[in-house]
């Protein structure tokens, strides 16, 4: 496109981390649209406003990057934005409905993060990655460390929604005795997923292995405190591929450095990219990975595809799947 014929419209794709995006929908096909992919994370409010300020279209991965009303003041060239998912916490719809902007989505997985939870689950529960690298290293069965087997032990699941209940089937496929809580779940509903409904306290107290399933808010910030921890005890293991702020993080450093929990398996942390020397990434009786819950090819099928869909309809005058 020559400086003297600029086009239409600019459109920035956000967080496309392994540079995939192109790939998973027509984008190219999109006239009169000049398209960036922007692979690294936009750290800082003022970093997202210089580097977005051109563009009248853009297209967010989930909550990797913020939109509140200060970002969106400065972003007065931004007329569409599409979020992957049905809902993002990061962006403020009635700042975007204030100043004019379309908001957009997509569907999402119903399968992608339940299933990345079960690999996270047994892979910590039979010390997997340790052994895996001893292997190749050239030692064979590592370690004094000896796994755990699921079948006749107790999961609890914090959080019996669309992703808790796929948990609780799985439980249940491998023997396990399936216990749930949260602050307005239903004996009836628990029990219809599988599940026996148990106070908070018991929750934490009687399971082997915690699995955090809950949406992010201000009545979930910090829920999973000291005291859950441990009772979750120095056996016990927590799962989280939910949001890091659910769970206090500094109780849950100390509680694995000093032995009183037992281990952590985590997708999800207080800083994403998690940097080279966050604490976390020294903790001991961890296993971890970067926020894979919903990277599948089957999510981005739908992500991107849909994704496209929006901004085409949306530039043929007839916006799909609005959120405001």
């Known amino acids: 496109m020559s400086p ?4 239409a419209h600019r459109l920035a794709i956000l967080d496309d981390h392994q540079d995939v995006a192109l790939d998973f929908a027509p984008w190219t096909t999109l006239e009169d ?3 960036v992919v922007f692979h690294d994370t936009l750290a800082t409010a003022r970093d997202t406003v210089e580097a977005l300020a051109g563009f009248d279209i853009i297209v967010a991965m989930r909550e ?22 049905k809902v993002n916490a990061s962006i403020d719809l009635d700042a975007a409905t204030g100043a004019g902007i379309t908001v957009c989505g997509t569907a999402g997985s119903t399968t992608a993060t339940p299933e990345l939870t ?12 340790a052994q895996q ?10 370690g004094t460390d000896v796994g755990f087997g699921l079948c006749g ?21 491998f023997g396990m005795d399936i216990i749930a809580w949260s602050q307005n779940l239903e004996a009836d509903r628990a029990a219809a997923a599988g599940a026996r409904l148990v106070g908070r306290e018991e929750l934490f107290a009687s399971a082997d292995v915690l699995s955090v399933h809950l949406q992010l808010s201000e009545r979930t910030r910090g829920l999973v405190d000291e005291t859950n921890l441990r009772l979750l005890g120095p056996a016990g293991l927590l799962v989280n591929t939910s949001r890091a702020a659910i769970v206090d993080q500094e109780a849950m450093l100390r509680g694995l450095h000093e032995g009183w929990l037992g281990g952590a398996a985590l997708d999800v942390f207080d800083v994403e990219p998690l940097p080279a020397d966050h604490p976390v990434i020294a903790a001991p009786r961890t296993v971890l990975s970067p926020h894979l819950g919903y990277v599948t090819r089957q999510t981005y099928e739908v992500f991107y595809g849909q994704a496209f869909e929006d901004v085409k309809a949306w530039l043929a005058g007839a916006p799909l799947r609005r959120l405001n």
Do not use: C, H
Not at 133 to 142: E, H, P, Y
Not at 153 to 173: D, E, F, H, P, V
């Open 4 to 7: 003297t014929n600029p086009p």
């Open 33 to 35: 649209v000049e398209i």
């Open 64 to 85: 990797r990057t913020a939109f509140d009303a200060e970002i969106i003041a400065g972003l007065p060239g931004l007329k569409l934005l599409v979020t992957t998912g």
């Open 118 to 129: 079960w690999a996270l689950l047994m892979a910590w529960m039979r010390d997997v990655p």
């Open 133 to 142: 690298a001893s292997l190749r290293a050239g030692t064979w069965q590592n």
């Open 153 to 173: 032990s107790t999961l609890g699941i914090l959080g019996l929604g669309r992703i808790g209940s796929r948990i609780a089937a799985y439980g249940a496929a």
